[in-house]
């Protein structure tokens, strides 16, 4: 436990520091200063992660030393180190594409960056409703601030995105009002022995449910996030994509999986499994008709989000432990190959000089390295084998060609891969297009370039230690 | 109902007139000052809840420098067009019918079902069989450093809550700083006249903010035994900053200043800190030792509010040339 | 119907109310006051809650502490945005005159510039 707090706290302070040392520090040294501490993090959630898998199983920590109810407790479980040990990854890989690649970012990046770690670290190992209220409106602020850098044109699109955010937090916390009302306790472990499927928890539940799905762009709720990601600068639409919309997430599978009732999950779950499959074949329309790359990324996120709904809902809905591992490697193999699609598209279009996919036209000889790169995350997101999105789809699966009642889901899954592959497929087409090369504006940046292809060559990694990745998942009691 | 409701129901029904107001209200000037109106009732209505601390909270922002930030608000947006914009006339009225069931179900659901077993015998919710949470809040009070339990529930219980919450405080700053971006140091700034205010203003304001001053200091005193507390008193601290400032009174608040910027940071630093050195050389992560736990709390709240106090005047008041660095 | 009940209620048709107001605005400083009831019809939830047992809940009370200073950093966060973006929209890139700006901010003044 030690490490993981160790693991939280060094991005706090590294975010305290930065802003204590303002314009004294150049920018360029903020940047080094942060990636470096982003490293000691995850220096730090390794050691974790070892300490998890050699103890097998949850550790909780009563914060304060009170007894259980009146403080608030954080759990170390197998799945919160590695989060641990993914955000403050990603951070490190977007931290060194924003310092060093060509295009530049503000000092209050790093800042902000250094805080969004910090509060998602807050969050993976928070076991209390409230305390999570307050991660969740932290990541909400960040969220903003970040996209509010992309300088005036963005302002817009952050405001409706703070205004949205906030009603969501909301929502949530007037579930947690009624369920401290209800059950008198705050504690997910706690609830998770008390709750039962009565009026006041079910309505509670509901709310919150709500509120999160908008949060997390989830279908019905997606529609705030295309405008918010697409207008932010490159680095953090792969932040806000590759784990801003997670937290949401881990909130809402710990309701569903721990705090409500089992009878409740049932029913409910398989309302969520088929909004999941709608927001697979809408978002990927969207996807697919979207004239501009970044959007077509962005939509790509809602898509993808509904696999993660649809093993949430299913989980729910079947109480099979093998969910859980479904619903995480999803969450993880979309988040490196997200962060590879906007490196990748940013840069794009930066030496390209055109924002919309048609000026791809011979991308495939004009920017091979961020063309490949977006190919393999995109053949990860189609789910191809041996990629970390084909792992996720296949424990998914199994359950479902298993018995034939269930087919009907697999069915919504292929649907979901045939209409990944056709937007993935319909930018890579273009790209070979070399009769009408559209001629790169500037040299292409190297560094950004590769940097942009070692997160989808992580994904397809994934594959080598699936079966160890399965395992550790499924372990400890999550 | 009997007569001894006749408040709550006066109240109630004040409550939902300034709520109307201040969303419909024909003018947005009208509706910010019925809003205002609004944070005035919520005070009333906690203060006769029995939570003292939340009424002077509410007091200080609500009415105070939440109407400020509106004002400034309004001066800089252009009119709006209407009230409810394109929307079609039948969306309004399907919607309050929406709302009108969803009101009759929720005053179901809360005074019907398990709500009400839950809500009125509040020994439903005891943990398990054990005590409720209330009650170890009483019993762990002697241990806790203070003997206010509020206090302690903010500065020991959940003092992560606590210290999560001072970076909201200073996210919110750093996102706002985001939309001033690097203005370079502007020599009319520093020349710049104190601006003529309101003659009675000025005096009012003389004699006000010292006011507040003390009662920022007393209720942060206070809190460890009494209603008050860091935010209560950062938030008066706050007010009169914003008086002074806006009267002329006080010199910008300028982010490039290293002092000011310590100050931001102070609180959540302190309090980081100690949570590291308990770590370290502690019993764990946020464990005060307890021959210590008074002066720690005392010590990290005078830090808090102090952060508190400049952060949210800047966040009220800084110009784009005080927050650019 | 007792004293907390009537509270409670209120609570609910407060936060339901700021819904409507959300849903049906299109003004921004509108809805960010919309969500400004939204959170003080659920706060007013969490008080009346706390003041089932006597005395109050402090646990609640301090939750609602907690979140008053959420809600008004979002809130002051939320206005400046929504001024900026109406700057960049009106096209009035440079920042008015700070001196004029200060000059006018006594209430008397204010009242007068935005009535229309």
Not at chain 1, 166 to 180: D, Q, R
Not at chain 2, 268 to 274: K, S
């Amino acid at each position: 436990m030690t490490y993981a707090l160790v693991s939280l706290s060094i991005p706090l302070l590294s975010a305290l520091a930065l802003m204590l040392a303002g314009a004294r520090l150049s920018n360029r040294n903020a940047g080094i200063m942060a990636i470096v501490t982003s490293l000691l993090s995850l220096g730090a959630a390794w050691f974790c992660l070892l300490d998890v898998a050699a103890a097998n199983q949850s550790i909780l920590l009563n914060l304060g030393g009170w007894e259980n109810g009146l403080a608030i407790r954080l759990r170390l479980s197998p799945l919160s180190s590695l989060l641990l040990l993914f955000t403050a990854f990603m951070h490190v890989l977007i931290g060194i594409y924003a310092g060093f690649s060509r295009r530049g970012v503000s000092r209050d990046f790093w800042t902000l960056s250094s805080l969004l770690h910090g509060s998602l670290a807050a969050l993976w190992l928070s076991a209390d409703l409230f305390n999570l209220y307050i991660t969740l409106e932290l990541l909400g602020l960040t969220a903003v601030a970040m996209v509010a850098l992309a300088g005036k044109k963005a302002y817009k699109p952050a405001a409706n995105y703070l205004i949205l955010s906030l009603v969501a937090s909301l929502f949530y916390l007037l579930g947690v009002a009624l369920v401290y009302g209800r059950y008198g306790s705050l504690d997910v472990v706690l609830l998770g022995l008390q709750t039962q499927s009565d009026t006041t928890t079910r309505i509670a539940l509901l709310v919150m449910t709500a509120g999160l799905m908008l949060k997390a762009a989830l279908w019905p709720l997606h529609l705030w996030l295309p405008a918010a990601h697409a207008n932010a600068p490159t680095a953090v639409s792969a932040l806000l994509s590759g784990l801003v919309v997670k937290g949401p997430i881990f909130i809402l599978w710990l309701l569903w999986s721990e705090v409500a009732p089992v009878d409740l999950a049932q029913q409910i779950g398989p309302v969520l499994a088929v909004a999941g499959m709608i927001a697979l074949v809408a978002g990927g329309l969207s996807a697919m008709r979207s004239p501009y790359l970044k959007t077509l990324v962005a939509y790509s996120t809602v898509a993808q989000l509904g696999y993660a709904m649809m093993a949430l809902g299913l989980l729910m809905a079947w109480q099979l432990p093998q969910m859980h591992v479904a619903l995480w490697l999803f969450v993880i193999a979309h988040g490196l190959a997200k962060a590879t699609l906007f490196l990748a598209a940013g840069e794009m279009q930066t030496t390209l000089g055109t924002k919309r996919v048609s000026g791809l036209r011979g991308a495939t000889q004009t920017v091979p390295v961020a063309m490949f790169a977006f190919a393999v995350a995109g053949g990860s997101l189609i789910g191809l084998p041996p990629s970390g999105g084909f792992l996720a789809k296949w424990v998914l699966l199994e359950p479902m060609l298993s018995s034939p009642q269930n087919w009907p889901w697999a069915f919504g899954v292929l649907l979901g891969t045939l209409v990944s592959a056709a937007y993935i497929f319909r930018v890579v087409a273009i790209s070979f297009d070399r009769a009408r090369i559209n001629p790169p504006d500037v040299r292409p940046d190297r560094l950004g370039h590769w940097l942009a292809l070692l997160p989808a060559l992580m994904v397809w990694g994934m594959a080598l230690i699936g079966e160890w990745l399965i395992e550790f998942l499924s372990g400890g009691g999550v | 109902m009997t007569l001894e409701l006749m408040p709550d129901i006066v109240l109630g029904a004040l409550l939902l007139l300034m709520a109307w107001g201040a969303l419909y209200a024909p003018t947005r000037y009208d509706a910010m000052a019925l809003f205002v109106a609004f944070g005035v009732v919520v005070a009333l209505i906690w203060a006769r809840l029995g939570a003292p601390d939340l009424a002077l909270a509410e007091a200080a922002i609500g009415a105070g420098l939440t109407g400020v930030l509106l004002m400034q608000a309004a001066r800089q947006l252009p009119a709006e067009a209407s009230v409810t914009g394109k929307r079609m006339p039948w969306f309004g009225s399907s919607l309050l019918f929406l709302v009108l069931t969803c009101a009759m179900f929720a005053a179901h659901i809360l005074t019907d079902s398990s709500f009400k077993q839950a809500g009125i015998d509040a020994s439903a919710t005891r943990l398990l069989g054990g005590p409720t949470v209330p009650e170890m809040v009483t019993a762990a009070l002697p241990n806790s450093g203070v003997s206010y339990p509020v206090t302690a529930v903010l500065l020991n219980f959940r003092a992560w809550d606590t210290l999560l919450e001072l970076l909201v405080l200073l996210l919110a700053l750093t996102g706002v700083r985001q939309l001033y971006p690097g203005t370079p140091q502007h020599p009319r700034a520093n020349t710049a006249s104190p601006p003529q205010a309101w003659p009675v203003l000025l005096s009012w304001a003389r004699f006000l903010a010292p006011l507040l001053v003390l009662l920022g200091g007393f209720l942060l005193w206070r809190g460890a035994s009494g209603p008050g507390g860091a935010f209560q008193a950062g938030a008066l601290l706050a007010s009169a900053a914003v008086m002074l400032r806006l009267t002329g009174l006080l010199p910008p608040l300028r982010w490039s200043s290293f002092l000011l910027r310590l100050a931001v940071i102070l609180g959540a630093l302190l309090f980081l800190g100690v949570a590291l050195a308990s770590l370290a050389f502690g019993d764990g992560w946020l464990v005060y030792p307890t021959q210590w736990a008074g002066a720690l709390i005392i010590l990290i709240e005078l830090a808090a509010t102090l952060s508190i106090a400049v952060t949210l005047s800047l966040l009220v008041i800084g110009e784009s040339e005080d927050l650019s660095s | 119907m007792s004293g907390l009940q009537l509270y409670l209620i209120l609570g609910a048709a407060v936060f339901l109310l700021g819904l409507h107001g959300l849903l049906m605005t299109t003004d921004s400083i509108r809805r960010l006051i919309a969500v400004n009831l939204m959170g003080a019809g659920i706060f007013l939830i969490m008080v009346a809650l706390a003041g089932r047992i006597s005395p109050p809940d402090p646990v609640l009370h301090a939750l609602v502490v907690t979140g008053l200073v959420v809600a008004i950093s979002a809130t002051a966060f939320a206005l400046r945005l929504i001024t900026a973006a109406a700057r960049v929209d009106s096209g009035q890139s440079a920042v008015p005159d700070k001196a004029s700006r200060l000059a006018s901010k006594s209430e008397s003044d204010v009242a007068e510039d935005s009535r229309p």
